[in-house]
């Protein structure tokens, strides 16, 4: 790719000039870090004006796709979950989704990562989630509750080994911050906040002895009957 680009043959010119840096760094085989080459080389070699591409390295730094800051060059980006969180967090305040569909796609990836995690954890992310789940039960505190709960179901995303499921449920957070105190509120009894309590600790042991059915069928427990049916009544 390269000379003169013309915005009418396909796309803006800063939607093309984001695609060619894209195209350069596929091409090239860069990987997480690798630097690239400055808006001026970019912009000679497309044959576009250096604002075009200070636009474009702009909106892929918003995507997290490269790396950018004052005086050094453009690096490669890493996979950052932050950028599917404001798209759900837009979704679900907009109303084109709900609390309930954002759970019930959370519920198919968190039986899969808690079966991961037994399979797959360290021992220090065996204790992080044990931790995270007693946590619970000393944590009164609704916003320390809810860190817990967060950082319980994120570790295991991160112990099961595939970084894209780590990064899909980090994308939660902002919704958990709001459903996870809504549906602590819900559990009016001693006897159903117990029962909670129960099943986080049952997921969190079920990991913590490498049994990876019995996490996968204690993580549906828990999204069945504390999390799931509340917020879809709710909804």
Do not use: C
Request: charged residues 25%.
């Amino acid at each position: 790719m390269s000379g003169m680009l013309d915005a009418a043959a396909g796309g803006s010119l800063v939607e093309r000039a984001m695609e060619f840096v894209r195209d350069h760094i596929r091409t090239n085989d860069l990987k997480v870090g690798d630097t690239l080459p400055g808006e001026g080389s970019f912009a000679t070699q497309m044959g576009v004006s250096r604002p075009v591409m200070r636009e474009a390295f702009g909106a892929l730094a918003a995507l997290r796709l490269v790396d950018v800051g004052n005086g050094r060059k453009p690096r490669v980006g890493a996979i950052d979950g932050s950028v599917m969180a404001a798209s759900m967090g837009h979704a679900v305040n907009t109303a084109q989704v709900s609390l309930a569909d954002v759970w019930d796609v959370r519920r198919t990836l968190e039986l899969r990562t808690a079966e991961l995690a037994a399979l797959n954890r360290s021992e220090e992310q065996a204790r992080a989630i044990l931790t995270a789940a007693h946590g619970l039960a000393v944590d009164h505190d609704e916003a320390a509750r809810t860190a817990a709960d967060t950082a319980f179901h994120q570790t295991i995303a991160a112990a099961s080994g595939n970084p894209l499921f780590y990064q899909i449920v980090r994308s939660f957070e902002e919704l958990m911050a709001l459903a996870i105190p809504r549906a602590w509120q819900q559990r009016t009894t001693t006897e159903e906040r117990e029962e909670t309590l129960a099943l986080h600790r049952e997921v969190a042991d079920a990991i913590a002895a490498r049994e990876p059915a019995r996490a996968r069928v204690a993580m549906e427990q828990h999204f069945a009957n504390s999390i799931g049916e509340r917020l879809r009544d709710a909804g």
